[in-house]
Every structure is written in C-alpha cells, then in structure tokens.
C-alpha cells in the first residue's frame, strides 16, 4: 500500500483556479488555516484561463446602469437566471475587481478595452493571463495558504453526513493523500469531454462528479455552451482561446449569409446552418470593416495566439476560414450549470461542502450566455464568498474524524484501476465518450430519440467499461478517474436535456422547438438517491416570471427553427 | 504535432513547463534535469508552455495529435 500523507487543515480548496485562489484566500484572511490542492498548478490552473480574456465589471462610474444591466441578462438569460445571484455578481463585481487591482493586477480601462459596451450594457475589461495568473499565486502565497501541486483529488470524505476532507492522489509519486478539513470548498468544476484540439481538456467535471457522489444537488446541465473555431485546417485564431465571441459574419456553401445576433453572442446559429445540409461555413473576413478587422488584430495579439501566426492568420489579409461546429463541446453553460448553492454564503446541501466558480450553479446567466468576461468575474464573486461561508463554517466546526471504514472504502475506489490488469484504457473510454456525445445533433440540436439512444450508449459506458478501467501508473490513474468524472457529467447532461421538454436559450429541442411558459419557467435539478440519478424540476419564483401578456415573439426575440 | 519538441541544449530545468502544463504533458527528467515531453497524446496545444518557457526552449506546433475532422 502506498505511503499515506495525512493533511489537516481548516478549510480545505480543491482547485486553484480563480475561484479556488479567492475562495482560499478569503479563508485565510480570517485567520485560518486553508490548504488549496490542484490537479496542475493552483494560480494557473481552471476553466477561467482557458476561456477568459475579460472581466467583467459593474462600476457606474463607467455609465453603467444596474437596471439596464439586470434586464439585459434578465432577456439573454430567457428570464430564468437567478436573479438574485445575477445582482450578487453585478453589486460584487466591482470589489472584486478592487481585490485584483490591490494584488497588483493592471486593466487597461481605456474606451475599447470595455469590450462589449457598444453592443450590451455591461462593462468588460480585458484581462491577460499571464499577467494575472502569477499574481493569484503570489498572492496565496503571500497570504500564507498551503499549496499542494499536483495532486488530483478524486473524492470527497464523508462522515455522519457531513463533507470532512478529500482524498487524493499526486502525479510524481505513489503517496496517497488524506485531507481532514473542517470546510471545503470545491473549485473544480465545468466538464467538457476533451475534446481534441479544444484548449479546455482538463476541464473534467470533478467537481459536480464528487459532489454528486457524496449526495450534492447539481443543476441545468442541459445548457451547452456554443464555443466554436476557426478552421484553416487548424483552429485559425482563439477570440477567447476558443470561442467565436469575435465576428459576426458567416457565409455558407451556397454563398449566403449565415446571420447571428451579433458579434459577441454564439448561440446556435451556426449548428442550424450545419443541420440544414449548408456547411461548410467560412468565416468571412472579407466582410468586415477596416475597424473592425483592426480591433479582431489588436484581441489576436491581447490572446497570446501563437497559433493564428504559426499557421499565417492574419485578418488583415482577409479569406475565408472554416468553422466547425461543437469546438467547446461538452461544455455546460458557464455559471449556470454546477452543484446548486442553497443560500448566498455558496453553502450545498452538505454541510461543509461550498462550492465556487464554475462548480458553482448559482444560475446568474440564465439559459444563455450573454458576452465574454462574466465567468472569471462569477467566479471571483462566488470563489470570494464560498471563502468566507467555508470559513464561518469552520470557526464552528468540530474537529473532523474520519472513520477507518470509510477511508478504506475510498482506498479502494482510488486505486481499482491500478488493481485491474484486463480491462480498458481510460483514453479509449474517452473517445468512445467524444465520439458519442461531442456531435453536434446530441449536445446542440437534441431530439428525444437521440438523447434517449445516446443515454444507452453512455449507461453503458458507466455499468460496463468504467468499474473496468485500467492505470498503470499515477499519470493513468488520473486519466481513469477524470474518464470516470466525464461518463457521470455526460449522463447529468443528458438526462436534465430529456426533462426539459421545450427550447430555452442554449437548450434547443428539435421535438420541442418553442419556450413553454410557465410550464418551464424552472430550473432542473439532480441527485443521487440509492444509485439512481432523480431529477426535479423546481419552478423559478413568480415574482421573476415575464409578463405573459406580452406576446411570445416579443418576450423572446429570438426564434428557434421549426418552433 | 502538439508540443513538438524541447531543446535540450536551451533547457535550464527550471520546471516552469511542468507547472504550466494543465494535463501533465511535460515532465522532468531525474537523469538529465531537463523537461522532456512524456505524454504528447494528451497535449491541447494551449501553448502555455512555450510561452512561460524563460528559455524559449519549447515550440507547439498547430497541429493536434489527432487531427480535426469537419462535417464535409
């Protein structure tokens, strides 16, 4: 059996992302004494800098108005964000942004770095990763956290019902690790399902995957995020490492106009146009203004593309460029999905479990995402606040024991792949899970018929190939437990988009194709119950309902296809 | 094809690398003190490693390991 490291601590982070670096240092700054683990590299690590390239921020002094702000998301969100938590993250956001200027953090404010002001009421300034990414960590390191490296925690420990610690295990020696904490706060969410040539696979969905294991509540999975890219054959440029959010005009095989929104929204025009038989779709950079092909050069070079130059990209030339579809697929929507808090302190159901960042579903943007910039800012905002709930929590708490029993279950659900000779490899498991559920008519355009057929597939996947995976060594291990994590978030994902039977936002049902209002005015929520996965549907307050009196077309003023 | 190659002859062995890397790509090799690349299968070209690499030791190229296949 391997060496055991024991960890004590009063709050324990899993995650240090964003999320997981203000949640930790918000623990310490009350005087406790908080451990952040991560998988990589805490301050580097997380789904934020793998996507983000702004920030978003509420400050009046910039013309911002709350009301237009909350009205604006309130559409976008097709009215069922939680609007509680869209004002949180609004009225925060700006102390948050103080927290990150006060470590040392520069944000250009200049008139176009507020990226989105022309088109949406909001403020979104931009950020850089690697000027951010080392302050985070230099700031918990000068706060006085504990930091364990890469170690990849596969479970939570549970006790008498309450969440005490984690176990885990690192990738550079056989050790095992018990952490016993009085609080934890799990940052390490948001699932995608690796897939290749998306800059976000170590997005696993370990957090809602453990959390759902010691009985949290997870909600709206059934939103996917729309990321697309450039094609050329390779990804051409990143807008966002990875997304669309940067142009707006699409042409089609025939020549025709694809037409979204606008530039800064990537809903599911493109999948349509792709459904329709009318790909491929270029990305025509011929199209656009000199303006406008200047400020896409001025984000290339803000986003560190080293990529767009290798494969000669430059808008300035202008061409054509293949987009696929599916590019961040696997993806649920950005803060809206995750384990659901149960008060505003990012307290679940467990006691002593909070959550933060993308593992945390307070819902804020609804059934859409609205721009760049708001999940690092959700984030900070919830990872701020799990900080301090975990830390209340843990002034309180008793000290953690954990049962010999217990532990040694865990033991053993931590290394069966290493005991399992025969069997599969986790990376074939994981492409079986890519290829079954990464096409774009299982995630974007969804059918009954299909979420049903691929729901088979993936019970499979979870009955028969994962109590069989097999690791060699700790690098493997983590890759068995990571497949693990993607086969559950893909049966989450699956089975909230059954319940859901209508289209809302990014949720879009060919076999349902309209908004039914009230009857889904409500948000999905799941569980584990006795080995089985129960869903609910838990209606959204009256009070946040649309005006019903107002017409459908009105109320929504996008249209799906067939509705 | 994804990170393609470390130079040996740049290569301080500071293991900045290894720290970028979000999925253990990159490690370090206890003989030589070098970052080698370990498992170039799991590399999602983020780039993160060339461009944190002090010694500009490093180069990622465009393309995946398992190359993209579009719709037509």
């Given at each position: 059996?391997?060496?055991?490291?024991v960890?004590?601590?009063?709050?324990?982070?899993?995650?240090g992302?964003?999320?997981?670096?203000?949640?930790?240092?918000?623990?310490?700054?009350?005087?406790?004494?908080v451990?952040?683990?991560?998988?990589?590299?805490?301050?580097?690590?997380?789904?934020?800098?793998?996507?983000?390239?702004?920030?978003?921020?509420?400050?009046?002094?910039w013309?911002?108005?709350?009301?237009?702000?909350?009205?604006?998301?309130?559409?976008?969100?097709?009215?069922?964000?939680?609007?509680?938590?869209?004002?949180?993250?609004?009225?925060?956001?700006?102390?948050?942004?103080?927290?990150?200027?006060?470590?040392?953090a520069?944000?250009?404010v200049?008139?176009?770095?507020?990226?989105?002001k022309?088109?949406l009421?909001?403020?979104?300034?931009?950020?850089?990763?690697?000027?951010?990414?080392?302050?985070?960590?230099?700031?918990?390191?000068?706060s006085?956290?504990?930091?364990?490296?890469?170690?990849?925690?596969?479970?939570?420990?549970?006790?008498?019902g309450?969440?005490?610690?984690?176990?885990?295990?690192?990738?550079?020696?056989?050790?095992?690790?018990?952490?016993?904490?009085?609080?934890?706060?799990?940052?390490?969410?948001?699932?995608?399902?690796?897939?290749?040539?998306?800059?976000?696979?170590?997005?696993?969905?370990?957090?809602?995957?453990?959390?759902?294991?010691?009985?949290?509540?997870?909600?709206?999975?059934?939103?996917?995020?729309?990321?697309?890219?450039?094609?050329?054959?390779?990804?051409?440029?990143?807008?966002?490492?990875?997304?669309?959010?940067?142009?707006?005009?699409?042409?089609?095989?025939?020549?025709?106009?694809?037409?979204?929104?606008?530039?800064?929204?990537?809903?599911?025009?493109?999948?349509?146009?792709?459904?329709?038989?009318?790909?491929?779709?270029?990305?025509?950079?011929?199209?656009?203004?000199?303006?406008?092909?200047?400020?896409?050069?001025?984000?290339?070079?803000?986003?560190?593309?080293?990529?767009?130059?290798?494969?000669?990209?430059?808008p300035?030339?202008?061409?054509?460029?293949?987009?696929?579809?599916?590019?961040?697929?696997?993806?649920?929507?950005?803060?809206?999905?995750?384990?659901?808090?149960?008060?505003?302190k990012?307290?679940?159901?467990i006691?002593?479990?909070?959550?933060?960042?993308?593992?945390?579903?307070?819902?804020?943007?609804?059934?859409y995402?609205?721009?760049?910039?708001?999940?690092?800012?959700?984030?900070?905002?919830?990872?701020?606040?799990?900080?301090?709930?975990?830390?209340?929590?843990?002034?309180?708490?008793?000290?953690?024991?954990?049962?010999?029993?217990?532990?040694?279950?865990?033991?053993?659900?931590?290394?069966?792949?290493?005991?399992?000779?025969?069997?599969?490899?986790?990376?074939?498991?994981?492409?079986?899970?890519?290829?079954?559920?990464?096409?774009?008519?299982?995630?974007?355009?969804?059918?009954?018929?299909?979420?049903?057929?691929?729901?088979?597939?993936?019970?499979?996947?979870?009955?028969?190939?994962?109590p069989?995976?097999?690791?060699?060594?700790?690098?493997?291990?983590?890759?068995?437990?990571?497949?693990?994590?993607?086969?559950?978030?893909?049966?989450?994902?699956?089975?909230?988009?059954?319940?859901?039977?209508?289209?809302?936002?990014?949720?879009?049902?060919?076999?349902?194709?309209?908004?039914?209002?009230?009857?889904?005015?409500?948000?999905?929520?799941?569980?584990?119950?006795?080995?089985?996965?129960?869903?609910?549907?838990?209606?959204?307050?009256?009070?946040w309902?649309?005006?019903?009196?107002?017409?459908?077309?009105?109320?929504?003023?996008?249209?799906?296809?067939?509705? | 094809?994804?990170?393609?190659?470390?130079?040996?002859?740049?290569?301080?062995?500071c293991?900045?690398?290894?720290?970028?890397?979000?999925?253990?790509?990159?490690?370090?090799?206890?003989?030589?003190?070098?970052?080698?690349?370990?498992?170039?299968?799991?590399?999602?070209?983020?780039?993160?490693?060339?461009?944190?690499?002090?010694q500009?030791?490093?180069?990622?190229?465009?393309?995946?390991?398992?190359?993209?296949?579009v719709?037509?």
């Open positions: 059996m391997a060496i055991e490291n960890v004590e601590t009063d709050v324990l982070v899993i995650g992302s964003i999320a997981g670096c203000f949640a930790a240092i918000k623990a310490r700054e009350q005087g406790l004494d451990t952040i683990v991560d998988k990589a590299y805490a301050g580097k690590s997380g789904a934020g800098f793998a996507a983000g390239m702004g920030y978003m921020v509420f400050n009046p002094e013309g911002l108005d709350l009301d237009a702000c909350m009205k604006a998301i309130n559409i976008k969100g097709e009215y069922i964000n939680n609007r509680e938590w869209t004002e949180i993250v609004f009225r925060d956001s700006w102390a948050r942004y103080q927290d990150l200027l006060s470590w040392g520069e944000f250009p200049e008139e176009d770095t507020l990226l989105v022309d088109f009421p909001f403020g979104v300034v931009r950020i850089k990763r690697r000027k951010i990414t080392p302050l985070l960590r230099s700031q918990t390191v000068k006085g956290i504990k930091i364990i490296d890469r170690v990849m925690v596969n479970d939570l420990l549970k006790q008498d309450k969440v005490v610690g984690a176990i885990g295990f690192p990738m550079d020696s056989e050790e095992l690790y018990i952490f016993k904490a009085k609080a934890t706060v799990l940052s390490a969410g948001y699932n995608s399902f690796k897939p290749a040539g998306a800059e976000i696979c170590s997005l696993t969905g370990d957090g809602e995957a453990m959390a759902y294991r010691v009985g949290a509540e997870i909600t709206c999975k059934e939103f996917p995020d729309v990321g697309n890219y450039g094609m050329n054959p390779y990804p051409a440029w990143r807008g966002g490492r990875g997304s669309r959010a940067c142009f707006r005009y699409y042409t089609d095989a025939y020549g025709q106009e694809v037409k979204t929104h606008h530039q800064y929204e990537s809903d599911l025009t493109l999948e349509f146009a792709m459904h329709a038989g009318r790909g491929p779709i270029l990305w025509d950079i011929d199209s656009a203004t000199p303006e406008e092909v200047d400020r896409m050069r001025k984000r290339m070079q803000h986003s560190d593309a080293l990529e767009s130059e290798r494969i000669g990209f430059d300035g030339h202008g061409g054509k460029f293949l987009q696929a579809g599916g590019g961040a697929a696997g993806a649920p929507n950005a803060q809206t999905a995750g384990v659901w808090p149960v008060n505003t990012c307290a679940t159901s006691p002593g479990l909070y959550v933060a960042g993308e593992c945390c579903g307070t819902r804020y943007l609804g059934a995402h609205p721009a760049p910039g708001f999940g690092l800012t959700g984030s900070s905002v919830t990872g701020s606040r799990a900080g301090l709930g975990a830390a209340e929590y843990a002034q309180q708490a008793e000290e953690p024991v954990i049962g010999d029993k217990e532990l040694s279950v865990l033991k053993r659900i931590t290394y069966a792949p290493m005991e399992h000779k025969g069997g599969f490899s986790p990376r074939w498991v994981t492409q079986v899970l890519q290829n079954t559920m990464i096409p774009y008519f299982v995630l974007h355009i969804k059918h009954e018929k299909r979420l049903q057929a691929v729901l088979t597939v993936i019970e499979f996947l979870r009955d028969h190939l994962v069989k995976l097999i690791a060699r060594d700790n690098h493997e291990l983590r890759l068995a437990h990571e497949t693990k994590n993607m086969v559950l978030n893909a049966e989450m994902i699956l089975r909230c988009s059954l319940l859901r039977t209508e289209s809302r936002g990014q949720h879009y049902r060919e076999d349902y194709p309209r908004r039914d209002d009230p009857a889904w005015l409500a948000w999905v929520k799941l569980r584990d119950e006795q080995g089985q996965m129960k869903l609910e549907k838990v209606p959204i307050p009256r009070e309902w649309p005006d019903l009196s107002q017409p459908y077309e009105e109320r929504y003023p996008k249209r799906f296809p067939g509705e | 094809m994804t990170i393609e190659r470390i130079d040996p002859e740049l290569c301080n062995g293991g900045i690398c290894v720290n970028s890397c979000p999925v253990d790509v990159i490690r370090m090799d206890k003989e030589s003190q070098k970052a080698v690349i370990k498992y170039p299968e799991e590399c999602m070209c983020c780039d993160y490693c060339e461009l944190d690499c002090p500009d030791a490093i180069y990622v190229s465009p393309e995946r390991y398992v190359p993209h296949m719709a037509w």
